[in-house]
């Protein structure tokens, strides 16, 4: 069964960090490229940052010089590493198995004073 859990969300105030994770399950992690998303409701949801099994990243330019894409292919696990967070910032992330097209259920990220 194919499982891509995300945590690591939660409420940060204006400049703060926060690491999100998404642990998968069910498929071969290491050779597929995993990617961020974001979205806001209302909104289409956004590349925010992904990551090729030869650990080639990408970052969407609102993001870039602040999150940090990475992974862990013995524990099946990628982060998100958020610094200088603004309030643009806030939204539901999920974790997306690009070319299995599986995606996770979101943790929401809200970034407020």
């Known amino acids: 069964q194919v499982q891509l859990v995300e945590s690591g969300g939660g409420e940060v105030q204006p400049g703060g960090s926060l690491r999100l994770s998404c642990e998968a399950s069910?498929?071969?992690?290491?050779?597929?490229?995993m990617r961020w998303y974001r979205q806001v409701p209302g909104q289409q949801r956004e590349l925010v940052a992904s990551?090729?099994?030869?650990?080639?990243?990408h970052y969407a330019d609102a993001v870039k010089d602040r999150f940090t894409i990475s992974r862990d292919n013995a524990k099946n696990t990628v982060y998100l590493q958020m610094s200088s967070l603004k309030p643009e910032d806030t939204a539901v992330y999920y974790c997306?198995?690009?070319?299995?097209?599986?995606w996770g259920q979101g943790t929401q990220v809200t970034v407020s004073a």
């Open positions: 997306n198995a690009f070319t299995r097209n599986y």
């Open positions: 069910g498929f071969a992690f290491s050779g597929e490229v």
């Open positions: 990551i090729s099994n030869l650990q080639r990243t």
